[in-house]
């Protein structure tokens, strides 16, 4: 690398051409008025090219497309465990918004590709199970199911559906750098109302009880004027290498294989053969729960029953 670029990092922002974009976009997510600042935009080149490129592959690991039909449903296990019946994975795509939107921008469109994610839940329950040839009543069971299936982003090729997710998942990291910031907000606005109690305990107390109160005072001080400092923009530096260059800690996937027969009801006794087990992939931390996510991959949309379906769907939501 020659000497400009090591200190302008041209040849980076050839390597990465959308990185100064990225560092606008995370900068103006956090706190708009950093771009004023003297560190800006060389100082956080490393940080968000870093948490740029774990989003991207993130995005990339996610396994599929996987065809979400009738036919699918049928024949793979992973669309099977994750619709409670056939007739669902029409109603899911129906009543997303995001599908909706879509379809008003694309109504010629034929097929689309889209991360999908649903939350994942076990329930226990009392069922039958067969052991040799004998069948066993109230049989304690866990059933796996899914709701609250959710379409995002969807796009006309599958590298489009991956680059949007990739840039969600980016701005997902951006977020929990801006909730740092926030949390210290909050603790200086308590340290602020505590301050105001000792003030008025001080002012009432007698000189028997002033010591302690003096000294809590003085600790509460000290913890207000370092939470105070470190709400000054130029700190906020830390806070961006501190999510943006460790994201694993912050947003990752989770491959979890289960067990499951035909009804959905997870299987633990050892005598499944490990091939039969369904991998779902949890993506942590995108939210305060856990989402069960897939590339997906719908096709044969023009079909009569499915834009009529989409169509009164809209309607519904609308009214």
Known sequence: MGLFGQLFGQDREKVVPELLPAIERAVSAVEPRLMQTSGYPGSYRKPVSTALEYSRNLAASIPGPVAVNRKSYARDALVHALFPSVDFV??????????????????????????????????????????????????????????SHTIEDPAPSEEQARDSAAWSFFDCLARKVKKRIEARKQDKQSLLQEKDVLMARLRSTDAGGRPALEEELSRMMAALQTTTRSLELHNYLEDFEAVLLNPGQHLRLDRVPIVLDSMGIRRENGDADREEAVVFNELIGFDRRNWTVAMVHCSNMQSESFSTRLDKAYRRLAI
Do not use: N, W
């Open 90 to 147: 029409v109603e899911a795509l129906c009543t997303s918004c995001a599908l909706q939107d879509y379809h008003r921008e694309f109504p010629a469109t034929d097929e689309l590709y889209a991360l999908m994610g649903m939350r994942r839940y076990e329930k226990t329950m009392m069922g039958m199970e067969l052991s040799g040839e004998m069948i066993q009543r109230d049989v304690v069971q866990k059933a796996v199911y899914f709701t």
